[in-house]
Protein backbone atom coordinates (compact mmCIF):
# COMPACT_ATOMS: atom_id res chain seq x y z
CA UNK A 1 0.00 0.00 0.00
CA UNK A 2 1.27 3.48 -0.96
CA UNK A 3 1.06 6.24 1.42
CA UNK A 4 -1.48 7.67 -1.12
CA UNK A 5 -3.36 4.87 -0.78
CA UNK A 6 -2.70 5.05 2.88
CA UNK A 7 -4.35 8.71 2.82
CA UNK A 8 -7.22 8.04 1.02
CA UNK A 9 -8.21 5.11 3.61
CA UNK A 10 -7.49 7.94 6.01
CA UNK A 11 -9.99 9.85 4.15
CA UNK A 12 -12.50 7.23 4.74
CA UNK A 13 -11.93 7.26 8.52
CA UNK A 14 -12.68 10.98 8.46
CA UNK A 15 -15.81 10.24 7.64
CA UNK A 16 -16.57 8.29 9.92
CA UNK A 17 -18.29 9.51 13.47
CA UNK A 18 -17.10 10.65 16.40
CA UNK A 19 -15.56 7.60 17.33
CA UNK A 20 -13.22 7.41 15.18
CA UNK A 21 -12.44 11.13 15.19
CA UNK A 22 -9.12 9.86 17.22
CA UNK A 23 -7.82 8.15 14.16
CA UNK A 24 -7.12 10.68 12.17
CA UNK A 25 -5.10 12.51 14.58
CA UNK A 26 -3.09 9.24 14.71
CA UNK A 27 -2.55 8.73 11.54
CA UNK A 28 0.49 11.40 10.39
CA UNK A 29 2.10 9.34 13.49
CA UNK A 30 0.85 5.79 11.87
CA UNK A 31 2.45 7.00 8.38
CA UNK A 32 5.93 7.17 9.26
CA UNK A 33 6.11 3.98 10.93
CA UNK A 34 9.02 2.22 10.18
CA UNK A 35 8.48 -0.72 7.81
CA UNK A 36 11.75 -2.80 8.56
CA UNK A 37 10.67 -3.70 12.30
CA UNK A 38 11.39 -6.87 13.87
CA UNK A 39 8.37 -6.92 15.93
CA UNK A 40 5.60 -8.78 16.29
CA UNK A 41 2.71 -9.02 13.69
CA UNK A 42 -0.65 -10.02 13.18
CA UNK A 43 -0.37 -12.59 10.57
CA UNK A 44 0.50 -15.61 12.51
CA UNK A 45 -2.66 -14.87 14.41
CA UNK A 46 -4.77 -18.28 13.97
CA UNK A 47 -8.75 -17.38 13.95
CA UNK A 48 -9.90 -13.89 12.55
CA UNK A 49 -13.28 -13.53 10.61
CA UNK A 50 -13.76 -11.28 7.78
CA UNK A 51 -17.38 -8.68 8.48
CA UNK A 52 -18.05 -6.70 5.91
CA UNK A 53 -17.99 -3.45 5.86
CA UNK A 54 -21.12 -1.40 6.27
CA UNK A 55 -24.13 -2.57 9.20
CA UNK A 56 -22.09 -4.49 11.65
CA UNK A 57 -18.84 -2.00 12.03
CA UNK A 58 -21.48 0.67 12.39
CA UNK A 59 -23.45 -0.99 14.91
CA UNK A 60 -19.82 -1.69 16.79
CA UNK A 61 -19.30 2.23 16.46
CA UNK A 62 -22.20 2.63 17.94
CA UNK A 63 -21.79 1.20 20.94
CA UNK A 64 -20.42 3.09 23.17
CA UNK A 65 -17.88 0.70 24.61
CA UNK A 66 -16.05 0.61 21.49
CA UNK A 67 -12.19 2.00 21.83
CA UNK A 68 -9.70 2.87 18.83
CA UNK A 69 -6.62 2.03 20.32
CA UNK A 70 -4.48 2.34 17.21
CA UNK A 71 -4.12 3.39 13.69
CA UNK A 72 -1.17 1.38 11.88
CA UNK A 73 0.24 1.58 8.21
CA UNK A 74 2.70 -0.72 7.73
CA UNK A 75 4.40 -3.02 10.82
CA UNK A 76 1.62 -5.28 10.93
CA UNK A 77 2.59 -6.84 7.98
CA UNK A 78 -0.01 -6.30 5.10
CA UNK A 79 -2.20 -5.13 7.53
CA UNK A 80 -3.15 -1.30 8.37
CA UNK A 81 -6.01 0.54 9.50
CA UNK A 82 -7.66 1.20 12.37
CA UNK A 83 -8.11 -0.95 15.59
CA UNK A 84 -10.02 -1.15 18.13
CA UNK A 85 -12.02 -3.06 20.79
CA UNK A 86 -15.22 -3.59 22.31
CA UNK A 87 -15.47 -3.63 26.50
CA UNK A 88 -17.77 -6.69 25.79
CA UNK A 89 -14.66 -8.51 23.95
CA UNK A 90 -11.85 -6.82 24.99
CA UNK A 91 -9.51 -9.99 24.06
CA UNK A 92 -10.10 -9.63 20.32
CA UNK A 93 -8.99 -6.78 18.26
CA UNK A 94 -11.49 -5.09 15.47
CA UNK A 95 -10.01 -3.79 12.65
CA UNK A 96 -11.01 -1.82 9.65
CA UNK A 97 -9.00 -2.27 6.89
CA UNK A 98 -9.13 -1.45 3.10
CA UNK A 99 -11.57 -3.79 1.57
CA UNK A 100 -8.71 -5.19 -1.19
CA UNK A 101 -11.74 -5.99 -3.74
CA UNK A 102 -13.88 -2.81 -3.32
CA UNK A 103 -13.51 0.79 -2.73
CA UNK A 104 -14.18 1.23 1.03
CA UNK A 105 -13.54 -0.96 3.87
CA UNK A 106 -14.17 -4.29 5.71
CA UNK A 107 -13.82 -5.05 9.56
CA UNK A 108 -11.50 -8.56 10.65
CA UNK A 109 -12.18 -9.52 13.77
CA UNK A 110 -9.08 -10.92 15.52
CA UNK A 111 -9.67 -13.12 18.07
CA UNK A 112 -7.38 -13.04 21.20
CA UNK A 113 -4.65 -10.04 19.72
CA UNK A 114 -5.42 -7.59 21.88
CA UNK A 115 -2.29 -8.56 24.18
CA UNK A 116 -0.36 -8.94 20.95
CA UNK A 117 -1.68 -5.32 18.63
CA UNK A 118 -0.74 -4.03 22.20
CA UNK A 119 2.75 -4.87 22.29
CA UNK A 120 3.47 -3.90 18.47
CA UNK A 121 1.28 -0.25 19.25
CA UNK A 122 2.73 1.30 21.52
CA UNK A 123 3.88 4.77 19.86
CA UNK A 124 5.55 6.36 22.65
CA UNK A 125 7.83 3.17 22.86
CA UNK A 126 9.13 3.35 19.62
CA UNK A 127 12.81 2.20 18.86
CA UNK A 128 13.25 1.78 22.30
CA UNK A 129 12.33 -0.66 25.37
CA UNK A 130 8.28 0.07 25.72
CA UNK A 131 7.03 0.75 29.28
CA UNK A 132 3.24 0.37 28.04
CA UNK A 133 1.53 -1.91 30.43
CA UNK A 134 0.57 -4.78 28.73
CA UNK A 135 -3.24 -5.08 27.49
CA UNK A 136 -3.78 -1.91 30.00
CA UNK A 137 -7.17 -0.68 28.56
CA UNK A 138 -8.92 -3.56 27.77
CA UNK A 139 -8.05 -4.74 31.46
CA UNK A 140 -9.29 -1.74 33.24
CA UNK A 141 -12.27 -1.68 31.15
CA UNK A 142 -12.87 -5.53 32.07
CA UNK A 143 -12.36 -4.34 35.77
CA UNK A 144 -14.54 -1.99 35.41
CA UNK A 145 -17.68 -3.52 33.93
CA UNK A 146 -17.27 -6.76 36.17
CA UNK A 147 -16.88 -4.69 39.55
CA UNK A 148 -19.54 -2.38 38.62
CA UNK A 149 -17.64 0.72 39.25
CA UNK A 150 -15.63 3.50 36.72
CA UNK A 151 -12.54 2.66 35.12
CA UNK A 152 -9.60 2.87 36.96
CA UNK A 153 -8.06 6.29 35.84
CA UNK A 154 -4.28 5.72 36.89
CA UNK A 155 -1.67 6.14 34.62
CA UNK A 156 0.37 2.48 34.16
CA UNK A 157 3.57 1.95 33.53
CA UNK A 158 6.53 -0.83 33.61
CA UNK A 159 9.66 0.21 35.89
CA UNK A 160 12.85 -1.26 36.73
CA UNK A 161 14.22 -1.57 40.21
CA UNK A 162 15.69 1.46 40.21
CA UNK A 163 12.45 3.54 39.50
CA UNK A 164 10.55 1.25 42.08
CA UNK A 165 13.31 1.87 44.82
CA UNK A 166 12.72 5.48 44.26
CA UNK A 167 8.90 5.14 44.50
CA UNK A 168 9.37 3.55 47.57
CA UNK A 169 11.63 5.81 48.92
CA UNK A 170 9.13 9.00 48.10
CA UNK A 171 6.43 6.93 49.79
CA UNK A 172 8.74 6.34 52.96
CA UNK A 173 8.99 2.88 53.20
CA UNK A 174 11.32 1.84 55.19
CA UNK A 175 14.98 2.59 53.26
CA UNK A 176 16.49 -1.70 53.23
CA UNK A 177 13.31 -2.55 51.14
CA UNK A 178 14.15 -4.38 48.18
CA UNK A 179 12.42 -3.33 44.91
CA UNK A 180 12.77 -6.49 43.88
CA UNK A 181 10.07 -7.77 46.08
CA UNK A 182 7.89 -5.33 44.45
CA UNK A 183 5.15 -6.67 41.68
CA UNK A 184 3.42 -3.57 41.55
CA UNK A 185 2.92 -0.22 43.75
CA UNK A 186 0.03 2.65 43.61
CA UNK A 187 1.44 6.03 44.05
CA UNK A 188 0.00 9.08 45.79
CA UNK A 189 0.16 10.64 41.93
CA UNK A 190 -2.28 7.79 40.89
CA UNK A 191 -0.01 6.07 39.07
CA UNK A 192 0.39 2.45 39.02
CA UNK A 193 4.22 0.96 38.96
CA UNK A 194 4.64 -2.58 37.65
CA UNK A 195 7.69 -4.30 37.72
CA UNK A 196 9.06 -5.48 34.15
CA UNK A 197 9.61 -8.71 34.77
CA UNK A 198 6.37 -8.89 36.04
CA UNK A 199 3.75 -7.74 33.57
CA UNK A 200 1.20 -10.29 34.44
CA UNK A 201 0.96 -8.43 37.52
CA UNK A 202 -0.88 -5.17 36.09
CA UNK A 203 -4.24 -7.16 36.34
CA UNK A 204 -3.91 -7.63 39.77
CA UNK A 205 -2.70 -3.75 39.90
CA UNK A 206 -5.58 -2.99 38.00
CA UNK A 207 -8.15 -4.39 40.13
CA UNK A 208 -6.93 -2.75 43.55
CA UNK A 209 -7.16 0.55 41.60
CA UNK A 210 -10.94 -0.28 41.06
CA UNK A 211 -11.24 -1.97 44.46
CA UNK A 212 -9.57 1.13 46.17
CA UNK A 213 -6.79 -0.71 47.98
CA UNK A 214 -7.54 -1.00 51.73
CA UNK A 215 -9.78 1.80 52.01
CA UNK A 216 -12.49 -0.08 53.51
CA UNK A 217 -11.10 -3.34 54.47
CA UNK A 218 -7.66 -5.10 55.75
CA UNK A 219 -5.14 -5.03 53.01
CA UNK A 220 -5.27 -8.94 53.53
CA UNK A 221 -8.84 -9.25 52.26
CA UNK A 222 -8.07 -6.50 49.62
CA UNK A 223 -5.30 -8.97 48.61
CA UNK A 224 -7.33 -12.11 48.17
CA UNK A 225 -10.06 -10.59 46.62
CA UNK A 226 -8.07 -8.87 44.21
CA UNK A 227 -6.52 -12.04 43.68
CA UNK A 228 -9.69 -14.10 43.20
CA UNK A 229 -11.19 -11.44 40.32
CA UNK A 230 -7.77 -11.17 38.96
CA UNK A 231 -8.36 -15.26 38.50
CA UNK A 232 -11.89 -14.92 37.04
CA UNK A 233 -11.20 -12.56 34.94
CA UNK A 234 -7.75 -14.50 33.95
CA UNK A 235 -10.45 -17.25 32.57
CA UNK A 236 -13.13 -15.63 31.17
CA UNK A 237 -10.92 -13.06 28.95
CA UNK A 238 -7.20 -14.49 28.88
CA UNK A 239 -5.71 -11.74 30.55
CA UNK A 240 -2.18 -12.54 31.51
CA UNK A 241 -1.86 -13.37 35.72
CA UNK A 242 0.02 -15.25 37.77
CA UNK A 243 -1.18 -16.32 41.25
CA UNK A 244 0.12 -14.55 44.89
CA UNK A 245 -1.13 -14.77 48.04
CA UNK A 246 -2.10 -17.82 48.63
CA UNK A 247 -3.00 -18.01 52.18
CA UNK A 248 -4.62 -15.08 52.13
CA UNK A 249 -7.27 -16.65 49.65
CA UNK A 250 -7.21 -20.02 51.48
CA UNK A 251 -9.04 -17.88 54.44
CA UNK A 252 -11.04 -15.86 52.34
CA UNK A 253 -12.39 -19.03 50.28
CA UNK A 254 -12.67 -21.83 53.27
CA UNK A 255 -13.68 -19.34 56.60
CA UNK A 256 -15.41 -16.00 54.80
CA UNK A 257 -17.43 -16.99 51.23
CA UNK A 258 -19.15 -20.47 52.51
CA UNK A 259 -20.24 -18.51 55.46
CA UNK A 260 -21.50 -15.59 53.50
CA UNK A 261 -23.83 -17.83 51.66
CA UNK A 262 -23.02 -15.76 48.29
CA UNK A 263 -23.47 -18.64 46.23
CA UNK A 264 -21.30 -19.34 42.59
CA UNK A 265 -18.88 -16.51 42.10
CA UNK A 266 -18.57 -15.53 45.80
CA UNK A 267 -15.24 -13.91 45.72
CA UNK A 268 -16.70 -11.59 42.56
CA UNK A 269 -19.58 -10.64 44.37
CA UNK A 270 -18.33 -10.00 47.68
CA UNK A 271 -15.28 -7.37 45.72
CA UNK A 272 -18.38 -5.97 44.08
CA UNK A 273 -19.33 -5.05 47.74
CA UNK A 274 -16.03 -3.88 48.69
CA UNK A 275 -15.39 -1.57 45.62
CA UNK A 276 -18.85 -0.09 45.33
CA UNK A 277 -18.82 0.30 49.38
CA UNK A 278 -19.26 3.27 51.28
CA UNK A 279 -21.67 6.49 50.16
CA UNK A 280 -24.56 5.88 52.05
CA UNK A 281 -24.40 1.99 52.54
CA UNK A 282 -23.37 0.65 55.65
CA UNK A 283 -18.93 -0.29 55.65
CA UNK A 284 -18.00 -3.18 53.78
CA UNK A 285 -15.63 -4.68 56.73
CA UNK A 286 -18.82 -3.94 58.88
CA UNK A 287 -21.13 -5.64 56.26
CA UNK A 288 -19.00 -8.62 56.08
CA UNK A 289 -18.83 -8.98 59.94
CA UNK A 290 -22.37 -8.94 60.31
CA UNK A 291 -22.77 -10.97 57.70
CA UNK A 292 -20.56 -13.71 59.80
CA UNK A 293 -21.48 -12.91 62.90
CA UNK A 294 -24.24 -15.77 63.13
CA UNK A 295 -24.91 -18.63 65.74
CA UNK A 296 -21.48 -19.25 67.76
CA UNK A 297 -19.93 -15.89 66.17
CA UNK A 298 -22.50 -13.88 66.98
CA UNK A 299 -20.61 -12.95 70.13
CA UNK A 300 -17.62 -12.36 68.31
CA UNK A 301 -19.15 -10.10 65.84
CA UNK A 302 -16.56 -7.06 67.37
CA UNK A 303 -14.01 -8.98 67.16
CA UNK A 304 -14.48 -9.76 63.22
CA UNK A 305 -14.79 -6.14 62.98
CA UNK A 306 -11.53 -5.20 64.27
CA UNK A 307 -10.13 -8.12 61.97
CA UNK A 308 -11.88 -6.61 59.04
CA UNK A 309 -10.99 -2.71 59.46
CA UNK A 310 -8.11 -1.27 57.30
CA UNK A 311 -6.60 -0.73 60.69
CA UNK A 312 -5.92 -4.69 60.86
CA UNK A 313 -3.63 -4.03 57.70
CA UNK A 314 -1.76 -7.28 56.43
CA UNK A 315 -1.96 -9.25 59.83
CA UNK A 316 -4.69 -12.02 58.93
CA UNK A 317 -3.85 -13.76 62.84
CA UNK A 318 -6.99 -11.41 64.59
CA UNK A 319 -9.31 -12.71 62.38
CA UNK A 320 -8.17 -16.10 62.54
CA UNK A 321 -8.47 -16.07 66.31
CA UNK A 322 -11.61 -14.64 65.88
CA UNK A 323 -13.23 -16.81 63.40
CA UNK A 324 -11.55 -20.47 65.23
CA UNK A 325 -13.90 -22.06 67.89
ZN1 LIG B 1 -1.81 -6.49 45.76
Same mark, same amino acid.
Given at each position: ?????????????????????????????????????????????????????????????????????????????????????????????????????????????????? *??? +?? #? %???? =????? $?? &? !????? *??? +?? #? %???? =????? $?? &? !????? *?????? %???????????????????????????????????????????????????????????????????????????????????????????????????????????????????????????????????????????????????????????????
Amino acid at each position: MRRRQLEDFVGILAALPDALAIAVEDAAWAADIDPHTDQDTLDDLDEKAVVHWGETFAEVLNNAGVRLIYVASTPLTDLYGAFCYSVEAPQDVLAVLPDPDAPGAQMVVYRGAA *PKL +HR #V %ANPR =GRGQR $TS &A !CPNED *PIR +HA #V %AELL =GVPAP $TA &A !CRLVG *PAEMKK %ALDEHDWPANTDPNTFYGFHTDDNEILVARKAPWSVLHEEVHAALVDDRDVARWLCEALTEEVSEYLHETKGFDWRPTYPEQRRILNQEILPRLRLGENGAVKLARVVAQGGEGKMRPDRRIARGLARGRLRRRKRALERALHTRAGDDMNPFIEAITP
